[in-house]
């Protein structure tokens, strides 16, 4: 019976154990995932407030146009030609993940079509005006990045002129025939041969103002637009107050006149109802001309340097703070050679406030430093009886603290007078003052047979005494 009891004791104690061990080791696997986020977002907190730039940022850069409109470009294909273009702009951030951003960009934008259907090109100089609210992700980046991605959506202004090639550098207009060749002459209607039609060689010269040639009948029209620039960009920290910025605005123009050709226009001529768009893409190099230089922080910042001189003495004991090992002493009080007070007879009460100098160094002090006498403890009955129980544990403090003459008892009538004030004298079967192992296992069987009229927290209790004795 016992031995199945304890088995199951033992086996429920392990099932607890490993439950709580998993349940402790999942609420501390969760506790840890808690304040790792905690600590990055305090990191990501300081980093974000200590590199953003809240002067304004001026910008300078260069890149490329490209169109997208009725003028499929499909005869040169380069895009670096003919539509280049440049860009300044000015950053000006409220936090470190919003902003806004004022950039102008002029350049120029060129197509040719060359098809047996037809045949159009144009160029405009552009100049457009925007004006974003920009987004960089600084809230949800990790600190000490390099690279910085941001979105940006404004409103923008454009101004074009779109021009024509027309003409050869003679002044003879183009005619373009089935054949693929340029003219000086049209095309017979039957498609014969026409031996005084001269081929002719595109100048690439855009020199027709394509406005005043009126050729759809369009009229004076306005070269200026609104437009809805949307911005996707990388920025390269390159030093705390320098930048690198990649980037590409898309505008949708809201106007189909960017290049000449519209649903409006003539048979060769016409175009589709969708208005003009484009897109710049470019590098720009950005500085921060405003803001104060920052000092470059050292190790030794917080460092009290005075602390480590020679000749300090902080609390004027005569004793430099390099070699005192008591800097809190109360000034004018009598020190040694390491700053502390000084304790002539070491009884651990200071010169100072020693009542008896020179007490013997076997007795115990008080608190100013008296001896305390075999009379002083005797008259003191119940002090000295606790330290006559403590010698049991500590022998070799006898020697110092001593005990009263005559009164002083062994060790098995100390146990044994402990042992009759404890509820386990029931088990102490032999009356010596402690409990045997096989006290403790007749206690036991005397418990589950019904003969020990005692509770499981009794038992339970009797086998920590056991252990702790």
């Not at 506790?31 to 986020?37: F, L």
């Not at 509820?423 to 005397?446: C, F, M, Q, R």
């Not at 589950?448 to 009794?458: I, R, T």
Request: glycine fraction near 8%; charge should be negative.
């Amino acid at each position: 019976m016992l031995n199945r009891l304890v088995h199951i004791l033992v086996i429920t104690s392990f099932g607890f154990f490993g439950y709580a061990q998993e349940s402790d080791s999942s609420v501390a696997d969760s506790e840890s995932n808690v304040a790792a986020k905690d600590s990055v977002r305090s990191a990501r907190k300081v980093w974000n407030k200590e590199n953003t730039i809240y002067k304004p940022i001026i910008g300078l850069g260069a890149g490329v146009f490209n169109y997208f409109g009725e003028v499929n470009n499909n005869e040169r294909t380069n895009p670096l030609i003919n539509n280049y273009g440049f860009q300044a702009s000015v950053i000006k951030n409220f936090s470190p993940s919003f902003g806004v951003r004022f950039d102008v960009a002029y350049g120029k934008m060129t197509a040719r079509e060359r098809s047996v259907e037809s045949n159009r090109n144009f160029s405009t100089d552009i100049v457009a005006f925007n004006v974003h609210a920009t987004y960089n992700f600084a809230g949800i980046l990790p600190p000490k990045r390099f690279l910085n991605p941001f979105i940006s959506i404004g409103v923008g202004a454009i101004n074009f002129d779109a021009k024509g090639d027309l003409k050869d550098e003679n002044g003879v207009a183009y005619n373009y025939w089935s054949d693929g060749t340029l003219r000086s002459l049209a095309q017979p209607v039957d498609g014969s041969s026409e031996p005084s039609a001269e081929i002719l060689r595109a100048d690439y010269v855009y020199e027709t103002d394509l406005r005043k040639a009126n050729l759809d009948s369009l009229g004076t029209y306005k070269q200026f637009a609104l437009a809805l620039p949307f911005t996707f960009g990388l920025h390269f920290k390159v030093s705390p107050r320098s930048a690198i910025q990649l980037s590409s605005t898309f505008s949708y123009a809201f106007t189909d006149l960017i290049d000449n050709y519209t649903r409006d226009g003539i048979e060769g001529r016409k175009g589709n109802k969708a208005n003009d768009m484009f897109l710049f893409t470019s590098i720009s190099y950005h500085f921060d001309f405003f803001t104060p230089k920052k000092e470059k922080k050292s190790q030794f910042d917080n460092m009290e340097f005075f602390e480590m001189d020679e000749k300090t003495d902080t609390d004027g004991d005569g004793i430099p703070d390099l070699k005192d090992y008591c800097p809190d002493t109360p000034s004018g009080g009598m020190v040694d050679d390491k700053g502390c007070p000084l304790d002539s007879d070491a009884d651990g009460v200071d010169d100072s406030t020693d009542e008896e100098p020179g007490t013997d160094v076997n007795l115990n002090v008080n608190k100013v430093g008296v001896g305390l006498t075999e009379d002083m403890l005797a008259a003191q009955d119940s002090l000295a009886t606790i330290r006559a129980k403590m010698f049991i544990v500590y022998p070799d403090m006898e020697e110092v603290y001593g005990a009263v003459k005559g009164e002083r008892m062994s060790k098995e009538q100390l146990m044994s007078e402990v042992m009759n004030d404890s509820p386990y004298a029931l088990v102490d079967l032999n009356g010596n003052g402690s409990i045997s192992v096989e006290e403790v296992y007749t206690a036991i069987d005397k418990f589950f047979d019904g003969e020990l009229d005692v509770n499981a927290s009794y038992m339970t209790g009797l086998i920590d005494y056991f252990f702790d004795q």
